[in-house]
């Protein structure tokens, strides 16, 4: 039985980091719906939202309105998410999974 | 907590015999005193943290932005997906978008892989390209 031919690893395009993600359950409840795992559905959030800072000056606004005065020294400004934004999406998630992360 | 004791014997002795919770209690250690902990502390223990694979580019972009705005990378990235996250319910053409980029693979965890679309990485550099150029980046 011939072996076939030794395929070396394709390199890796994607590079790990860590983050802090208080969004984490509702990420995990969109990957489900979704069918694919949290950190590609993460990295196409957020290349979504990279793009979008980058192109759009209304985004970039919007980026700056939401900051507030950090009171740590390692960073200048703490970027806070709209409060309007998260009870859009609590109002949009599918009526099980709601109740599920109301529990 | 890891416990590697033999959950048989506390010090050499049988504590098959004692109550369930005085023995688990026995075989956890030290209990932490929370209200000795500090702020930085107790920040920690609040913290969901988790390990991503992401492009380079987004990655590049997430660095730069943040640099950019001087703001933490993780407050970010929130914010951005925040947005997206929103957009995926409001929007049909970006759900649409999501459906269209994934492939399927033949592996026993998954059934799809996401990618981000090679039109968005590509603007990605160009714009993170035209940043740096803009700010002579490296050149000091």
Redesign the interface.
Same mark, same amino acid.
């Given at each position: 039985m011939t072996h076939p031919p030794f395929q070396p690893t394709p390199p890796r395009?994607? *590079?790990? +980091?860590? #983050?802090?993600?208080? =969004?984490?359950e509702?990420?995990v409840i969109?990957a489900r719906v !979704?069918?694919?795992? !949290?950190?590609?559905?993460?990295?196409?959030?957020?290349?979504? @939202?990279?793009?979008?800072? &980058?192109?759009e000056e209304s985004?970039r606004m919007e980026?700056?309105k939401?900051?507030t005065r950090?009171r740590t020294i390692?960073?200048?400004?703490?970027?806070q998410?709209?409060e309007h934004?998260?009870n859009?999406?609590q109002e949009?998630?599918p009526e099980e999974e709601n109740d599920e992360q109301q529990a | 907590m890891s416990n590697k004791r033999n959950p048989a014997s506390f010090s050499g002795l049988d504590i098959q015999g004692l109550d369930v919770d005085v023995r688990q209690t026995l075989l956890q250690g030290a209990v932490p005193n929370k209200s000795a902990l500090t702020a930085k502390q107790r920040w920690d223990r609040k *913290?969901? *943290? $988790?390990?991503?694979?992401?492009?380079? /580019? !987004?990655?590049e972009?997430?660095r730069v +932005?943040a640099e950019e /705005? *001087?703001?933490?990378?993780? $407050? &970010?990235?929130?914010?951005?997906?925040?947005?997206? +996250?929103? =957009?995926?319910?409001?929007a049909p053409d970006?759900a649409r978008t999501?459906d269209e980029?994934?492939r399927p693979v033949y592996t026993s965890?998954?059934?799809? !892989?996401? /990618?981000?679309?090679a039109v968005? #990485?590509q @603007? +990605?550099r160009e714009?993170?390209d035209a940043l740096k150029r803009r700010k002579n980046w490296g050149v000091k």
């Open positions: 395009h994607k *590079r790990p +980091i860590l #983050l802090d993600l208080p =969004l984490d509702l990420m969109i !979704v069918d694919t795992s !949290v950190a590609q559905l993460a990295n196409f959030f957020i290349a979504y @939202g990279a793009v979008t800072y &980058l192109t985004f980026v700056e939401h900051r950090s390692k960073f200048l400004w703490n970027l998410l709209p934004w998260l859009l999406i949009a998630l | *913290r969901k *943290r $988790r390990t991503f694979d992401l492009n380079p /580019e !987004v990655i972009a997430l +932005i /705005e *001087r703001i933490s990378m993780s $407050r &970010l990235a929130n914010f951005l997906l925040a947005r997206a +996250i929103l =957009l995926y319910f409001q970006f999501l980029s994934k965890q998954f059934d799809w !892989v996401l /990618e981000a679309p968005w #990485l @603007g +990605i714009h993170l």
